[in-house]
């Protein structure tokens, strides 16, 4: 009898955790659409502004992500919780109209994943064959925004997107880290009936190792993108790919193996871009070009750029060289420096360079990236 009483307790203490869920979820729902209220009368204050663009601004998400880590207590994971105000954030700014987000494609690659991981998925994606392609539409207003790939922590710098700053008026509104998970993708029945693998060669770098020791008679073809070399898994008897659960849903592969990267923290750090300089937003990143007037060796070119940043006690994240394309062995350098152009000691750090440098421009002050 005790027994019985102990099974009906159980099952009359579940109805009510059920019944509170129910209620949780009304007043979840109710409070977003009050959220959603509110973002429509920000938008009627705004006045009459045209598109999307005009409403958004990516200062004040970050300052509410960031808060949105602070308090949370959990259980849910902190990536858990920006997710989802991401995505409630991004479907309230939808109300006026979606962001149009150029990003380079096609469909299914890693960059359309940082997309929606920034964005949130209430955009409309533009995916475009090269990061020149994403540059001119931002530049044309055919796009909002941009999303390239800078950097990755094992292959280094995507110099292009690097280069195409030299011409291009766009500025950095922003930056995206994404921890790059390779799966070998592929329709076969099993290993041994793989015959060659297409990949982008970034990916194919990346799982050299795991290749070499599992797949050394497997041809290696490199193409465009994992997203090309995706449909051609698709479409070709024998052949597997490499890429992220993105390209394995858009092209209806099986993941044949996870995580197939050499490195576990594999990961790959990309730059949003868009046609104007953002307002401070308490944790930020600022980039710079400049190019010296002084002349001599390297060290003592780097080392009149960086006596500002010391002078003024500013951090630098990161310094790249490329070619400035005005005379041969002339260069420019990219500096990643932490604060905004616009708020002291950076401010004045800057005002210092600029006036030794035949060539200064500020690319973006921008959020760092939400982790």
């Keep these: 009898m005790a027994k019985k009483d102990k099974s009906v307790a159980a099952t009359i203490d579940l109805a009510s955790i059920r019944e509170r869920i129910d209620t949780v979820d009304r007043e979840i729902q109710a409070l977003i659409n009050e959220r959603a209220r509110y973002a429509q009368q920000v938008g009627i204050s705004k006045g009459k502004l045209t598109a999307a663009v005009d409403y958004y601004r990516p200062e004040r998400e970050a300052e509410v992500l960031r808060a949105v880590l602070e308090r949370n207590e959990g259980p849910l994971r902190d990536d858990e919780m920006l997710r989802l105000f991401r995505e409630i954030m991004s479907a309230c700014l939808a109300q006026q109209e979606p962001l149009k987000i150029g990003f380079l494609g096609p469909e299914g690659t890693f960059t359309q994943t940082a997309v ?16 020149d392609e994403v540059f001119q539409e931002v530049e044309s207003g055919a796009a909002d925004f941009g999303v390239v790939p800078i950097e990755n922590s094992t ?14 008026p766009l500025k950095v509104g922003g930056e995206i880290e994404l921890r790059i998970e390779q799966h070998l993708l592929g329709n076969m029945a ?17 799982c050299r190792g795991w290749l070499r020791e599992f797949l050394p008679q497997v041809e290696l073809i490199g ?3 994992n997203a090309a070399g995706a449909r051609r898994a698709r479409d070709e008897k024998g052949t597997a790919a490499i890429g992220g659960e993105a390209a394995a849903e858009v092209y209806d592969l099986k993941i044949m193996v996870n995580n197939i990267e050499d490195q576990t923290d594999n990961s790959t750090r990309f730059l949003v871009i868009g ?7 308490g944790a930020d990143k600022t980039t710079v070009l ?8 390297g060290a003592g070119i780097l080392h009149s750029l960086l006596q500002p940043f010391a002078t003024h ?5 990161r310094i790249e060289s490329r070619p400035s394309r005005r005379k041969n062995w002339d260069y420019v350098f990219f500096i990643d420096i932490d604060g905004h152009a616009e708020e002291s000691p950076l401010k004045e750090a800057l005002k210092e360079l ?3 440098s035949s060539l200064f421009r500020i690319v973006g002050a921008y959020p760092k990236a939400i982790r």
């Design 290 to 297: 400049v190019s010296t007037t002084g002349t001599g060796d």
């Design 313 to 317: 006690g500013v951090s630098m994240s």
């Design 155 to 168: 292959e280094g710098t995507v110099n292009h997107t690097l280069d195409m700053f030299l011409t291009s």
């Design 275 to 281: 046609r104007k300089l953002l307002a401070p937003s």
């Design 190 to 206: 099993g290993l041994q009936n793989i015959e060659r693998i297409c990949a982008h060669e970034q990916s194919l770098a990346q």
């Design 354 to 356: 600029q006036e030794n």
């Design 223 to 225: 193409v465009n993108s």
């Design 116 to 131: 929606y991981k920034h964005f949130g998925h209430s955009v409309r994606g533009l995916p475009f064959s090269t990061i």
